[in-house]
């Protein structure tokens, strides 16, 4: 259902292998792959923590209330921690259009995820808004679910609207029950403004090129499903969590390196030249794509997703957006 969806359970109770499988339900079935009881909406997106990764042009205050020296509403670093990527990522999947994210406590940055009230008192000057006081408003205000694998906090059944326990490997509804537990532990809750969601931003192409500095030519490599080399760019795409197979990431990099070489603005909307891009390969195929000047790419290819597209471009390095 719709809404905030809460997986909780004992140590090796399948909690994580349940939200993995529902995560993979936004690709097609095919007869006996066994996700026959498994789907989820095509627009959603896999959230973890990704300690290191680059950041351009993000607003983040939904999450962060300030940094040091920066600013949350254009943020941008080029190593993230746990709790700043975490905001990075849900923020461009929502810029994105998704409608369901799915998280897992283990993955999570603890302080992004949660903070009690003990040390909401103790800790009086936290720059971070935890999630669990934003996961209603993200829902209420934006019409975007979340379901939730959480072992170690109970903050998340008071604010939850479906709660599933699993017992020996099945889910079990238990609703009603968690909510009456978390009513008598509820903690006090501090009020926060409704966050701005919603932003724009263009693609500055000054540095969105598969040509090296140095060196003759184009350069497109790409290993398994782990990195693509393009141009100066070394992105790491293996926190991409939707990309299923080596030659769906081929295809990422070739799709990016089209959409190099066909912006010719200094200011571009990324999201509308994507648009414009896949309804080509709709047309073409992925041979709209393809070049035989990249001998060491696979000559065959499966089509991913324009999210993953957009998810391997925002973590490059030498680019910027601007508002």
């Known amino acids: 259902k719709k809404g905030v969806t809460v997986i909780t359970g004992g140590g090796y109770s399948g909690k994580s292998t349940l939200l993995e499988a529902l995560s993979e339900g936004v690709y097609n079935h095919y007869l006996g792959d066994g996700r026959e009881l498994v789907v989820a909406d095509v627009q959603s997106m896999k959230i973890t923590a990704e300690d290191g990764r680059s950041v351009q042009n993000v607003n983040v205050e939904p999450f962060i209330g300030w940094i040091p020296n920066g600013s949350v509403s254009d943020f941008s670093t080029i190593h993230a921690s746990g709790s700043t990527s975490q905001a990075a990522n849900i923020m461009e999947a929502i810029n994105c259009g998704t409608k369901l994210l799915f998280i897992d406590e283990d993955k999570s940055a603890t302080n992004f995820m949660i903070r009690d009230q003990m040390m909401k008192e103790l800790i009086a000057q936290e720059p971070i808004i935890p999630f669990t006081d934003r996961v209603r408003e993200l829902y209420e205000q934006m019409g975007v679910s979340t379901i939730l694998v959480i072992g170690g906090s109970g903050e998340y059944l008071n604010v939850a609207d479906q709660i599933y326990l699993m017992d020996h490997f099945m889910p079990v509804e238990v609703t009603k029950m968690a909510q009456e537990i978390g009513e008598q532990y509820a903690s006090k809750k501090s009020k926060k403004e409704f966050a701005q969601w919603s932003f724009k931003r263009t693609l ?120």
């Open 204 to 323: 500055n192409t000054r540095h969105f090129s598969s040509r090296p500095k140095r060196g003759k030519g184009e350069l497109l490599e790409v290993w398994d499903k782990d990195f693509i080399f393009i141009g100066d760019e070394r992105i790491e795409t293996r926190m991409l969590h939707h990309v299923a197979t080596a030659e769906q990431n081929t295809a990422i990099g070739l799709i990016i390196r089209k959409l190099m070489n066909s912006v010719n603005q200094e200011e571009v909307d990324l999201m509308d030249a994507l648009d414009q891009l896949y309804d080509q390969i709709y047309t073409e195929g992925l041979d709209a794509v393809f070049s035989n000047y990249f001998y060491k790419c696979c000559r065959f290819l499966d089509l991913p997703r324009k999210e993953e597209v957009l998810g391997a471009i925002y973590r490059m390095r030498g680019i910027s957006f601007h508002y």
